[in-house]
């Protein structure tokens, strides 16, 4: 099988799907199928998410020369939707009679339709409803994703496959400091974006006002969101606790999951969330909303699902603190035993063959 893989871009910046896409990618290499990698902005050939090994093949240039590079494709996979070269994708696979799956990353989420609606109602009139009809298979990575899509009037089929995560090497609790220490850590790692809920969590961080605790946000900035978020810091007084070190990748990046007790994402709407699969792989327990479909936090006893409200979160923060140490790390290490069983990216590319098969007939 000849499998051409899209995505918007392969930028760290970018977030999850930047990680995922080339990752499943790999995946699929190694399970025999000829993967071509290919993003609008080239990426593909120079971003340090792409693999370049296990089979993979980057691919640069347009569309049409990028697929033609691959050779005939058996299938396309595209990730996401509304930007133009997802509507070209859609009539190249319509006009080479290619089968295409879309991957919806969340786009189609209730937060994410009214965010910039307008334009967004006017792309659904014009080309995204019929290119999603058109698609042979759409992918939702959990079960309220799809919900949400059949509510738009996508009937067609539609496979729910999470993410996977790649396992570090050691835990968070490999590297603390054993013994007493002055200072704990709350960690935020994602896009600093008006949809994380980051005003919402500075403020219950301002109630609660822990000591002993500091909060770190991390993570690229977008619509100028990260000055909302320290103006917000410096009117509540707390920038002595409270930290934007703006976005860490590599080695940096584990270097602060490694030392983090505490992983904090107050989203208002995830179709995912892979920050949240990354903590608890380092055996960190989680704080979520149920904005992101984390259920699993409740039932493997490994994270705080909470309301998306700044009382709810204030609660879970409340909890999450007052437990000891030990009580924290057996919670984070049910919570990487989870992950490694579920989310394990060769169990991910397995389904998704099982899926493409079926697409294929």
């Known amino acids: 099988m000849k499998l051409f893989l899209t995505g918007a871009s392969f930028d760290p910046s970018f977030g999850g799907p930047a990680y995922s896409v080339p990752a499943l990618g790999a995946a699929l290499a190694r399970t025999g199928i000829t993967v071509g990698l290919w993003a609008p902005d080239g990426t593909a050939l120079t971003s340090p998410t792409v693999p370049q090994r296990n089979g993979l093949m980057p691919l640069g240039g347009d569309l049409q020369a990028a697929i033609g590079r691959l050779g005939r494709a058996d299938l396309i996979h595209d990730n996401g939707m509304w930007l133009p070269h997802h509507h070209a994708i859609a009539r190249l696979a319509r006009a080479r009679a290619i089968p295409r799956v879309v991957s919806l990353r969340g786009m189609l989420e209730p937060w994410a339709i009214n965010h910039r609606k307008w334009k967004k109602k006017l792309a659904w009139a014009m080309y995204q409803a019929r290119d999603l009809r058109s698609a042979k298979l759409l992918h939702a990575t959990a079960d309220i994703e799809a919900t949400n899509a ?129 903590a608890l792989a380092y055996e960190i327990p989680v704080l979520t909303t149920r904005g992101a479909p984390w259920a699993l936090l409740e039932t493997h006893r490994c994270g705080w699902w909470v309301d998306p409200t700044e009382d709810a979160v204030f609660t879970g923060l409340r909890s999450a603190i ?28 397995v389904q998704f063959q099982k899926h493409y098969s079926a697409v294929l007939g």
């Open 150 to 278: 059949r509510a738009l009037g996508l009937s067609g089929s539609c496979c729910v496959v999470p993410n996977g995560v790649d396992l570090p090497s050691h835990s968070a609790a490999d590297h603390l400091e054993p013994g007493p220490r002055d200072l704990r850590t709350a960690l935020f790692v994602s896009r600093v974006h008006p949809k994380k809920g980051l005003p919402m969590l500075v403020r219950a961080w301002h109630r609660l006002a822990p000591k002993g605790w500091q909060l770190v946000i991390a993570g690229p900035d977008e619509d100028d969101h990260a000055a909302e978020v320290q103006a917000l810091v410096d009117k509540l007084g707390v920038r002595d606790h409270v930290r934007l070190i703006g976005p860490i990748y590599g080695p940096e990046k584990d270097a602060l999951f490694q030392t983090a007790d505490l992983f904090v994402l107050p989203t208002y709407s995830e179709n995912f969330g892979i920050a949240i699969a990354e």
């Open 322 to 349: 007052g437990l000891s140490d030990d009580a924290r790390r057996e919670m984070g290490r049910r919570g990487s035993a989870m992950v490694a069983e579920q989310f394990d990216w060769g169990g991910i590319a």
